[in-house]
């Protein structure tokens, strides 16, 4: 950590914009060893430094990393990504597609009063997937007293996630809905069970950045490449968009 860089290209723009607390939680630059651990983590199997962490001076502060990635059966990233599913088969078909990506999935359709907190202690994710709320639409039958029960229901669940991701460390958040916001042109009805979670997650944002929430719609009737759109949507994302809604094309939040 120099000053010198704080009053040269510390006062551009994005600095000090990031939001991976959990991994930088005081400063933008990370140290030797904490980019070896990173690096071990995603699945690169050796690293090195040029120079190596034992030179002084000035050249200490400027570093070449060298990392080898795996290749043929090595090639695993041994971290996996947590699906929290509904009842529907999307979060199977969702977690088939991610392994067949070699992105190893734990999955499981969390209770209605989950204790997030118990089930994630002591365990480390590439990102959380909230897929509970899929399943679930509303009728024409359906009374205000249903909607009301849904939203909560709904809510209280990814809120508890959030709080429960906060406490432990654990950042990127995905949350899916299915028809939960309108896009220029289309002229369906929202699901407004679905809805409300997308009010919270601007919340989470703005509250907790370090939460890295980002939501994903999928289009209100179901395709058949939805899955393989989601599946790159979330793995393939470079942080920039933070909402996205999946239709014939893919649209973003403006």
């Not at 509303?138 to 209280?156: I, Y």
């Not at 009805?189 to 703005?206: D, K, T, Y």
Request: aromatic residues 6%; contains cysteine; negative net charge.
């Amino acid at each position: 950590k120099q000053r010198f860089s704080d009053l040269t290209v510390g006062l551009t723009e994005g600095w000090w914009s990031f939001k991976d607390h959990h991994l930088r939680p005081h400063y933008a630059l990370l140290t030797h060893a904490q980019w070896q651990h990173l690096l071990a983590e995603v699945g690169f199997t050796e690293s090195a430094l040029i120079p190596g962490p034992e030179r002084t001076g000035i050249l200490s502060q400027q570093t070449v990393i060298i990392a080898r990635a795996p290749a043929g059966d090595e090639a695993r990233i041994t971290t996996p990504w947590l699906f929290l599913a509904g009842q529907d088969e999307i979060g199977a078909r969702l977690a088939g597609s991610f392994r067949q990506r070699g992105q190893p999935v734990e999955m499981f359709v969390p209770a209605e009063e989950e204790n997030f907190a118990t089930r994630l202690q002591g365990h480390k994710y590439r990102g959380v997937v909230y897929l509970g709320a899929l399943d679930q639409h509303l009728a024409e039958t359906n009374s205000a007293q249903d909607l009301q029960a849904m939203q909560q229901r709904f809510t209280g669940s990814v809120l508890r996630l959030a709080q429960a991701m906060v406490k432990i460390g654990q950042a990127n958040l995905w949350l899916i809905t299915r028809g939960a916001q309108s896009v220029d042109g289309e002229h369906t009805a929202l699901e407004a069970g679905q809805a409300a979670i997308l009010g919270l997650s601007r919340s989470l944002v703005l509250e907790h950045p370090e939460l890295q929430c980002k939501r994903v719609d999928l289009n209100p009737q179901p395709t058949s490449t939805e899955i393989d759109a989601l599946a790159s949507e979330i793995l393939l994302s470079d942080g920039r968009e933070d909402e996205v809604a999946l239709r014939a094309v893919r649209h973003v939040r403006r």
